[in-house]
T-cell receptor, first 113, second 114 residues
Framework: DAGVTQSPTHLIKTRGQQVTLRCSPKSGHDTVSWYQQALGQGPQFIFQYYEEEERQRGNFPDRFSGHQFPNYSSELNVNALLLGDSALYLC????????????FGQGTRLTVV | DAKTTQPPSMDCAEGRAANLPCNHSTISGNEYVYWYRQIHSQGPQYIIHGLKNNETNEMASLIITEDRKSSTLILPHATLRDTAVYYCIVRVDTSGGSNYKLTFGKGTLLTVNP
């Protein structure tokens, strides 16, 4: 079992550009959540996808958007990048039905210059 | 979700038990206590969770006070590889629901020394 996989592992973008990050959930998981972790802080919830719909959203602007595909994989898109968007972006998967915990990927380190 | 309070850092000698405290005085009756840890440059890893009874698994033990206002994560024999940031989180678990959001604080940096 490959667990949760994210790509790319590192990325450098210029302010104002757009970026797409990708996530494949753990086998058998149907729910994907995205978190942003700034340096020295705990992860902050961005949003969660289940059945290809955004189910919950944290306090992030509309520049942050996502998508979930029929195979449960997911993308996080960020438009009009700001320097403050530099962070580790974490994807986590879980089962929608029943109690459970999240499995996190290794993250994508985004640097905006 | 209820807020938690953890010490910013702790030290522990290798081979000794590490006891990490967490205060969650505003916890609701239907909120669970979860512990995750994050080793440097990796994603968070689930450790253990509980509602009101003490729990034990292969990684750790979780002791929750009777009034549920605080808990302690115990790593019985800490190793150097246990050096990490440990997060205590409380959240509602609803079977069949979609509320899997985790609210992380800054956690406790546990340093295990040789």
């Amino acid at each position: 079992d490959a667990g949760v996989t994210q790509s790319p592992t590192h990325l450098i973008k210029t302010r104002g550009q757009q970026v797409t990050l990708r996530c494949s959930p753990k086998s058998g998981h149907d729910t994907v959540s995205w978190y942003q972790q700034a340096l020295g802080q705990g992860p902050q919830f961005i949003f969660q996808y289940y059945e290809e719909e955004e189910r919950q959203r944290g306090n992030f602007p509309d520049r942050f958007s996502g998508h979930q595909f029929p195979n449960y994989s997911s993308e996080l898109n960020v438009n009009a990048l700001l320097l403050g968007d530099s962070a580790l972006y974490l994807c986590a998967s879980s089962l929608e039905r029943g109690l459970g915990h999240l499995f996190f990927g290794q993250g994508t380190r985004l640097t905006v210059v | 979700d209820a807020k938690t309070t953890q010490p910013p850092s702790m030290d522990c000698a290798e081979g000794r038990a590490a006891n990490l405290p967490c205060n969650h005085s505003t916890i609701s009756g239907n909120e669970y206590v979860y512990w995750y840890r994050q080793i440097h440059s990796q994603g968070p890893q689930y450790i253990i969770h509980g509602l009101k009874n003490n729990e034990t698994n292969e990684m750790a033990s979780l002791i929750i006070t009777e009034d549920r206002k605080s808990s302690t994560l115990i790593l019985p024999h800490a190793t150097l590889r246990d050096t990490a940031v440990y997060y205590c989180i409380v959240r509602v678990d609803t079977s069949g629901g979609s509320n899997y959001k985790l609210t992380f604080g800054k956690g406790t940096l546990l340093t295990v020394n040789p």
